[in-house]
Nanobody, 125 residues
Framework: QVQLVESGGGLVQPGGSLRLSCAAS????????MAWYRQTPGKQRDLVAR???????NYADSVKGRFTISKDNAKNIMYLQMNSLKAEDTAVYYC???????????????????WGQGTQVTVSS
């Protein structure tokens, strides 16, 4: 079973920075996509940023230009550098990983998805 463990959350003032880390118990180079999501109480979990196996990246409009997703395949760690933080960035941030493989004579696609336990980020003065 793949385990993802987030760290780096905490309390920061508006305009400040934090770097989140997601340590995986497996070789993340085998993951098709890794991503960061965030969730506030009573709301759905929303995509923040994702990075593909080729290191292509996508960001939510609300974080473009402020957040940067990256990964270190040698260390099996994914990062989220968050700059110019705003109060509305306050949320629990979750690490996500997806792996798809083609199996069997019918070439069926088998998808495996993993989540971390989340780390709280609070932006407040």
């Amino acid at each position: 079973q793949v385990q993802l463990v987030e760290s780096g959350g905490g309390l920061v003032q508006p305009g400040g920075s934090l770097r989140l880390s997601c340590a995986a118990s497996t070789n993340i180079a085998n993951m098709n996509v890794m991503a960061w999501y965030r969730q506030t109480p009573g709301k759905q979990r929303d995509l923040v940023a994702r990075i593909g196996s080729s290191r292509s990246t996508n960001y939510a409009d609300s974080v473009k230009g402020r957040f940067t997703i990256s990964k270190d395949n040698a260390k099996n760690i994914m990062y989220l550098q968050m700059n110019s933080l705003k109060a509305e960035d306050t949320a629990v941030y979750y690490c996500n990983a997806v792996r798809t493989v083609v199996v069997g004579p019918t070439a069926a696609i088998e998808k495996s998805e993993y989540w971390g336990q989340g780390t709280q980020v609070t932006v407040s003065s």
